[in-house]
């Protein structure tokens, strides 16, 4: 069976996932600190699970992943947008910002600081305009509209090589508001190649 999950839906649950946050008056399907571990599911429950937003307002964001490759089945998709660390801290709840970086410390061939478990990176997207859905409450038509003709053309270039964009063409633009990184998850299983 598939089951999904969205982490700290906020405002914003998603159908055909089991939807947690912090948060009672956004009516989650479950309530649950996500400071608090273990989460309240069983050992390689979900297919896909997304973090929307929400791992840098946590404490221990390592811990987080930690518990979300548990709960995660074998080849499981983990789905994680945080602020880039070039626009990290525009809320007052954030914790950190993150960078192109945050994949190595999951690679069993990172030296500096491997977690213990693996996720496969399978795609990175650095977004300049990043939650639209929030945005068309505050920004007029216009302004809203062109930001996003804007973004699209640095989301282009930047994403040719987001090493680079992160480092150095950032700081040209004004920041990134976004970045998102695909992880497929691996477990190692009798038989199985990862």
Known sequence: MS?????GCGMFKKEGYINVDIVSNTTPDILCDLNKFPY???DD???VIEAN???EHLYEPFKVMKELYRISQHKGI???RVPHFSRGFTHPEHKRGFDVTFPYYFN???KGGYQGFYLKL??????WFAQEYLKKDVLSKFVFYLAKLASLIIDFISNLSPFFTSRILCFLVGGFEEIEFYFRV???RDNDEI
């Open 3 to 7: 089951y999904k999950l969205n982490l």
């Open 40 to 42: 309240p599911f069983h």
């Open 45 to 47: 429950k979900f297919t």
């Open 53 to 55: 937003h929400v791992l």
């Open 78 to 80: 983990i789905i994680i």
């Open 108 to 110: 069993p061939d990172f």
């Open 122 to 127: 399978e795609k990175m997207r650095l977004r």
């Open 186 to 188: 691996l477990k190692r």
